[in-house]
Nanobody, 121 residues
Framework: VQLVQSGAELRNPGASVKVSCKGS????????IDWVRQAPGQGLEWMGR????????KYAQKFQGRVSFTPDTSTSTVYVELSSLRSEDTAVYYC???????????????WGQGTQVTVSS
């Protein structure tokens, strides 16, 4: 099983960024995908989850209105898009696969390699 994420991104404040996470080696719709991020010097922060089978999402309240998860089952890929970027959004963004919708960060089955997103003018 592999989750492969897209490459590093540099954005100006106020812009949007879209990061991809492509799954392989398993049935794409059989795992939920969570997105978490880690800012410099900080712990992991949960952003939300998506069910690739039906596109159902659950977002952390902190990000509601600014984040969107979308699946593309034809390519086994999930996308996260974050808008109105600010410097505090600078972080490494990870996708992670889990069997259970309630599994916590320490219970993920598989992780992507991470994508650095830098927000700077």
């Amino acid at each position: 099983v592999q989750l492969v994420q897209s490459g590093a991104e540099l954005r100006n404040p106020g812009a949007s960024v879209k990061v991809s996470c492509k799954g392989s080696g398993y049935t794409f719709t059989s795992y939920y995908i969570d997105w978490v991020r880690q800012a410099p010097g900080q712990g992991l922060e949960w952003m939300g989850r998506i069910d690739p089978e039906d596109g159902g999402t659950k977002y952390a309240q902190k990000f509601q209105g600014r984040v969107s998860f979308t699946p593309d089952t034809s390519t086994s890929t999930v996308y996260v898009e974050l808008s109105s970027l600010r410097s505090e959004d600078t972080a490494v963004y990870y996708c992670a696969a889990k069997r259970s919708p309630i599994a916590s960060i320490d219970q993920y089955d598989y992780w992507g390699q991470g994508t650095q997103v830098t927000v700077s003018s």
